[in-house]
Structures are given as structure tokens and as C-alpha cells.
């Protein structure tokens, strides 16, 4: 299938510095999906993004999708122990196809 | 919210076992997959349903089956498991270009 590569495998933080994870395709991307994934759990869907160039933002995490639609980016500001866990990004399903494709995840480990 | 409920969250088989892993979401929802989860990997696709009796090969099919009589419910087959299917094994069910929602997952050791 199709590939996202998702940048870096794990990053280690100190509590209140800000964190990045990226997302990479080689082709364009109909739509990019977002989960966290807390130790111990299942991935939980944050947040879809569609339009080339388009920024949301949830508290203190930031999602971006390039302006190609080729990359996408996910930027927690000051983080929390709470930030703790594997972040995936997905390319959603496209040409009538439902299924995603998941990136292999950035693992943020936020040291107090 | 849907639920989508797992029946076990831990299991041990044994090598050469017929392992059967049950998912049973509480709406009518009629895309469901099977995921399995390792360490590096991300997440795999094994299989997928959207319908009752419908199936679909995903990434790694190899060694799994799967069984869908009701719309609710979405088996996953291990017809002799093997100790490299010790893994996380997660189910979940999406509209269509819509996120998925897991379930809890559940985390199978063969020995």
C-alpha cells in the first residue's frame, strides 16, 4: 500500500518543551488523520485535516497539512506529562476506499 | 458515542490452537476491521468487513481468517496459532473516509 513515513520513531522531552512529529507521503494525500495513543491503550482519534494548508488547533496541539498535501506536521507547545504516548498519523482511504493507512507512530516521552 | 467492545483483554494460547477473538460494536455500523499492533511496526491491517458475510484481505492476512455472520459483530481467527501471532490485536469500525474507533485491544501470547 501506500506509505506515510512518520518522523522520529521517539523523542524524549523535559516537561514544558515543545514537541513535533511528522508525517510524510510521496504522493498527495486526500485527507490526513491524527490519533494518540496513551501506554496501555488504544489509539484515539484527535483530529482530520482535508484542505492543502489548513491549521487547527486543539489546546496546545497544532495540526497542519502541507500546502501540496503531501506532509502534514503535529506541534504540542510547553508540554504535560499528560502529552505522554504514540502519536499516528493515518492517510484516510481515498478513491471510495475506506481503509487508512497508518504511519508507524512517534513515541513522546516527556520527562517531569 | 459507539462502542466497540473486545472480549478479552488478555489471552494466552498455546502453539497449535484454534484462537478465536471476538469484536461486537452496539451500532449498525457496517465497516469493521482487525488490526494487529508490534512494537516499530505501527499498525497492520489483517483483515477487513463492510457487510455481513463480506470480507477483504488487508497487509498481512497470512495465517488469519475471519468471520462475519452479524452486522455487530466481526470475528478474528487464529486456525493454529503460532508464537510470531503473540502480538496486540485491535478491532475497530469506521464510516466511510471517516477515523476509526478501537477498541480496547487485545494483547495475545502464544507460547
Known amino acids: 500500500g501506500q506509505q506515510v513515513m512518520q518522523i522520529p520513531q521517539y523523542q524524549h522531552v523535559q516537561e514544558g518543551e515543545d514537541f513535533t512529529t511528522y508525517c510524510n507521503s510521496s504522493t498527495t494525500l486526500s485527507n490526513i488523520q491524527w490519533y494518540k495513543q496513551r501506554p496501555g491503550g488504544h489509539p484515539v482519534f484527535l483530529i482530520q485535516l482535508v484542505k492543502s494548508g489548513e491549521v487547527k488547533k486543539q489546546k496546545r496541539l497544532t495540526f497542519q497539512f502541507g500546502e501540496a498535501k503531501k506532509n502534514s506536521s503535529l506541534h504540542i507547545t510547553a508540554t504535560q506529562t499528560t502529552d505522554v504516548g504514540t502519536y499516528f498519523c493515518a492517510r484516510g482511504g481515498s478513491g471510495g476506499s475506506y481503509i487508512p493507512t497508518f504511519g508507524r507512530g512517534t513515541s513522546l516521552i516527556v520527562h517531569p | 458515542d459507539v462502542k466497540v467492545t473486545q472480549s478479552s483483554r488478555y489471552l494466552v494460547k498455546r502453539t497449535g490452537e484454534k484462537v478465536f477473538l471476538e469484536c461486537v460494536q452496539d451500532m449498525d455500523h457496517e465497516n469493521m476491521f482487525w488490526y494487529r499492533q508490534d512494537p516499530g511496526l505501527g499498525l497492520r491491517l489483517i483483515y477487513f468487513s463492510y457487510d455481513v458475510k463480506m470480507k477483504e484481505k488487508g497487509d498481512i492476512p497470512e495465517g488469519y481468517s475471519v468471520s462475519r455472520e452479524k452486522k455487530e459483530r466481526f470475528s478474528l481467527i487464529l486456525e493454529s496459532a503460532s508464537t510470531n501471532q503473540t502480538s496486540m490485536y485491535l478491532c475497530?469500525?469506521?464510516?466511510?473516509?471517516?477515523?476509526?474507533?478501537f477498541g480496547d485491544g487485545t494483547r495475545l501470547s502464544i507460547l
Open positions: 475497530a469500525w469506521a464510516g466511510l473516509n471517516q477515523p476509526q474507533h
